[in-house]
């Protein structure tokens, strides 16, 4: 049985030197288990459970300023079998690497998503965990980190950027449409990424498993955009046919909410910049750090370049980030992901829209001045946690400024109220104005300060013991993997052993550590006293020294095995590296094309490379809380990438989902009406909404068991070749469920179709094998309650993975003679083409003419009006007789 879980916990406030919510409003209430539907549309975390008991864990997603407690996913997750991603938004994987770093075991577990989505995950993730106090280097003694764990030792560095690169290291990507079939435990599940249109990469998951064949498409957009391609629909309009018709589709249900076209939106975001800049104040406009910035910050580099004589390209455009270099230099080697605009400008102009000209780059606050006009782009679309709150706190106090929303992050989030005040203030017509704030809010954000004299010392101690703890454990595990190859007595090697555990001799640091040239001997006796030097003894066997292939293998060979093997450039312990490489990483990844810069290379290359100082620069974090007085203006215009309501409701009729599941969006009057709008072309127990932390069955009520052909009843069959390198067979015979001690043995009647996929059948061929089927039956009804009766003790059986059920001849009289009978039927495929042959090398007259009808000797045509379906016409003559049995001779009759 299939089953669909959204996962939500209660949501607690816990002690963050992040930034607190203006409002009280929260998501769920502090009592609540079960969560709420504006909880669902915010954060995205669904289990799906496929049989016989597979979980498949869709968005690793977080709210809006990483404060929603996880203990329950964290309890959840070693028990999670495979991981998919779909957008590299905080509320789809924000919470994917702390997850990962608190979870162990999700390092021996697929996870899949597209290249996109990994770098820019990568983006998002450093930039939103160190807003809120995640993500080191930082030290806040006497403070907690945004969870409110503390270390006592001076240094709450939870997360450091090599954690974050190895959780995006782990996974595994996949090109759009690219069908792939899962091993081991998770066999005979196919996943297929097609494009949604919603952010770079941006996924729409198609999982097939037996019967059931699964979309999940959640935040979609099916029209263009500046950068991407619309999902769902091809070129000339019509439905991609690869998504047609699933079993059940799980689809969101926050659209956009105001549907206006992509042109005139942009007129309008150049319009309210002008007004703004003309009473000389500034524009701020918050967006997500690696997912819709990338088309607001390309537009508004556009609009600086049309306009070079205009006084407004004076302005200074700013955009604040961590990591806003490096996002760009990401986006521009991924134009392959992008619309058949962005490749053409990139090949004929040789340049991309990331290489911008006229925004400036920066994560320094200082550049902040409140007396000059200027346009600022600050990662935070929530003004929860980024650069966007602090800048927020600095400009709302103006009444010439103006805050341009861009995205609805929906309640419990500053952004969110402030849309809601917006939304207020629009009248019942169709014009649109701005909305002037006029009230006192109380704002906490972070500051950072960097470390220096006492603290920035105590800072580099923690440091170096933490990472002397590492050497020692690298060491360790090193000396482990070699201890078999090395000659050395128990005794020596049990006393060595107790004094590197015990920190009581750094000889294996000496050996094995990175930049340690030297120890102290002084206080060591015996052998201890002398340089180090183990002496591997030569292993052979009865045919001589024994060769490892490993020591003869190229360079760039090992690596290329390394990174087929998901190894992602990382060098194995102790292995064999080439010239200049160093064993932490370094090696150079081929398929460093495909994974944009910085992929292959160590954390210091990483951080040397398109990071801003603050992540590598030790700082503290100080929260500042300050009462103002906001009067600046708010005006929302969509760019959020999402689809309208009304192509919603016209869209999801043309993919004909059997069963749908509705993820409720913040507005639930839209929910409501949108459900309503839907019941009508679909059927109304097909239709459910997601409700947190309550399965969903939605099963096609279908079953799949497999059963295999005992050798004694495989002799007996009679194959008969047909068109295609197929063989078909008929088979009688009974059921046999068999256990470990015991066997139950089930007539087979009503078994009506089996195909010979089982590995346990040795045959030359593709085989499909056909078994009596009762057509007796009169109706629906009737049929799917007698399926359900013949299907009992098969089901009893699935159950239990260690049973078995096969099928073997029928032996008594008895059991022959109520053996189920049915009329021949004809299988194969006729092709036009190889019958006119046949009919040729018989003497026959044979020709095509219109319409691809074949005439055989001016008397039969033959027309074939779909595949399998042939008519023939002709008189009560000869040659119509010999055309119809060899037209029989080229089926099977089983």
């Known amino acids: 049985m299939f089953s669909f879980t ?104 697929p996870i899949y998503a597209t290249m996109p989505v990994i770098n820019m995950g990568r983006m998002i993730t450093i930039d939103a965990y160190r807003s809120a106090g995640l993500l080191g280097p930082f030290s806040a003694a006497g403070n907690s980190n945004a969870n409110g764990n503390a270390n006592g030792n001076g240094a709450n560095v939870l997360l450091t950027l090599a954690d974050v690169d190895n959780a995006f290291d782990r996974i595994q990507s996949l090109k759009y449409s690219q069908p792939l079939a899962l091993p081991g435990k998770l066999q005979g599940l196919t996943i297929t990424a097609h494009n949604a249109g919603h952010t770079l990469g941006g996924t729409i998951w198609r999982i097939q498993k037996d019967q059931e064949d699964v979309l999940y498409a959640v935040d979609w957009n099916h029209s263009r955009d500046s950068l991407l391609n619309g999902a769902l629909l091809q070129q000339d309009g019509k439905l991609v046919e690869s998504l047609s018709r699933p079993s059940l589709m799980i689809c969101g249900s926050k659209v956009t909410s105001t549907g206006l076209p992509l042109k005139f939106r942009k007129d309008l975001l150049l319009r309210q910049i002008r007004d703004t800049i003309d009473r000389g104040g500034s524009v701020l406009i918050p967006t997500s750090s690696a997912a819709r910035m990338l088309e607001l910050v390309t537009i508004l580099d556009g609009f600086w370049t049309d306009m070079s004589r205009d006084p407004l390209s004076s302005i200074p455009l700013i955009y604040y980030s961590h990591v806003g270099t490096r996002t760009m230099s990401y986006a521009s ?93 629009q009248d019942s017509s169709n014009d649109r104005s701005t909305a002037s704030l006029a009230m006192k809010l109380q704002i906490t954000y972070p500051t950072e300060f960097p470390l220096e004299g006492e603290e920035l010392a105590q800072y580099n101690e923690v440091i170096r013991e933490a990472q002397r703890k590492e050497e020692l454990q690298n060491a360790i595990e090193l000396r482990n993997q070699n201890i078999l190859e090395q000659e050395e007595s128990e005794e020596s090697s049990d006393e060595e052993d107790d004094m590197v555990l015990t920190g009581q001799m750094d000889l294996s640091i000496l050996i094995y550590g990175k930049d340690v040239y030297d120890y102290d001997v002084r206080q060591l006796k015996g052998k201890n006293r002398m340089f180090p030097f183990a002496q591997k003894r030569r292993r052979v066997d009865d045919y001589g020294d024994v060769i490892r292939s490993d020591d003869f293998v190229r360079v760039v060979e090992k690596t290329e095995s390394e990174s087929n093997s998901g190894g992602r450039g990382k060098s194995r312990m102790g292995g064999k590296r080439g010239w200049n490489n160093e064993g932490n ?60 309501e009304r192509s919603l409701k016209m869209i999801i009729p043309l993919i004909q989902p059997k069963k749908l599941i509705m993820i409720p969006s913040n507005d639930e009057n839209s929910s409501t009406k949108l459900y309503e709008s839907l019941a009508q072309v679909i059927p109304a127990n097909g239709i459910f909404t997601a409700t947190a932390n309550e399965a969903i069955n939605a099963s096609i009520n279908s079953f799949a068991f497999n059963v295999k052909i005992s050798p004694e009843l495989e002799g007996l069959l009679s194959w008969q070749k047909i068109l295609g390198d197929y063989s078909v067979a008929h088979i009688t015979g009974r059921l046999v469920i068999k256990d470990n001690e015991e066997a139950e043995q089930t007539p087979a009647e009503g078994v009506k179709l089996l195909k010979a996929e089982d590995s346990s059948m040795e045959v030359d061929d593709k085989e499909v094998v056909e078994i009596d089927k009762d057509e007796d039956m009169k109706d629906e009804k009737e049929q799917e309650t007698a399926k359900l009766d013949l299907d009992l003790p098969l089901l009893k059986a699935n159950s239990t993975t260690s049973k078995e059920i096969t099928i073997v001849p029928l032996q008594t009289a008895l ?7 049915s009329n021949p039927l004809l299988v194969g495929d006729i092709k036009l083409a190889e019958l006119k042959k046949r009919l040729i090398a018989q003497g026959h007259r044979a020709e095509f003419r219109a319409e691809g009808i074949l005439v055989c000797d001016e008397k039969v045509a033959v027309r074939k009006i779909a595949e399998g379906r042939l008519i023939i016409e002709g008189g009560i003559e000869k040659e119509f007789y010999q055309t119809r049995n060899l037209i029989r001779s080229l089926l099977a009759t089983v």
Request: glycine share 4%; charged share 20%.
């Open 585 to 644: 990483g370094k090696n150079k990844n081929n398929n460093q094309e495909d994974e944009g810069p910085g992929r292959g290379k160590s954390n210091v290359d990483r951080q040397a490379d398109n990071l801003a100082p603050s992540l590598i620069i030790p700082v503290k974090i100080v929260p500042t809380t300050e009462e103002i007085t906001a009067l600046c203006s708010i005006d929302f215009i969509d760019f959020e990438g999402l689809t309208d």
């Open 815 to 821: 059991e022959l003679a109520a053996a189920p009978r």
């Open 333 to 425: 080697s991924m134009i392959e992901w992008m619309s058949s605009t962005v490749i053409n400008q990139w090949e004929s102009q040789t340049n991309t829209p990331f290489e911008t000209r006229h925004v400036t780059y920066t994560c320094d606050l200082k550049d902040i001045s409140t007396d000059k006009p200027r346009v600022i782009v600050a990662s935070g679309e929530a003004l929860e946690v980024g650069f966007a709150r602090s800048i927020f706190a600095k400009l709302c106090s103006d009444e010439r400024n103006t805050v341009i929303l861009t995205e609805n992050s929906g309640p419990g989030t500053l952004s969110g109220e402030l849309y809601d005040y917006w939304f207020k203030q």
């Open 6 to 109: 959204p996962l939500q916990p209660p949501r607690k406030r816990l002690a963050s030197t992040a930034a607190v919510p203006v409002s009280s409003a929260t998501l769920i209430t502090a009592d609540s288990a079960a969560g709420s539907s504006a909880s669902l549309a915010q954060v995205h975390q669904s289990l799906l459970t496929f049989p016989p008991n597979i979980k498949m864990l869709v968005d690793v997603g977080w709210n809006a300023d990483l404060s929603m407690d996880l203990d329950y996913l964290i309890n959840l997750a070693p028990s999670i079998d495979i991981i998919l991603l779909t957008h590299a938004t905080i509320s789809h994987l924000g919470a994917f690497c702390y997850l990962y770093k608190m979870v162990p075991e999700l390092a021996s577990i």
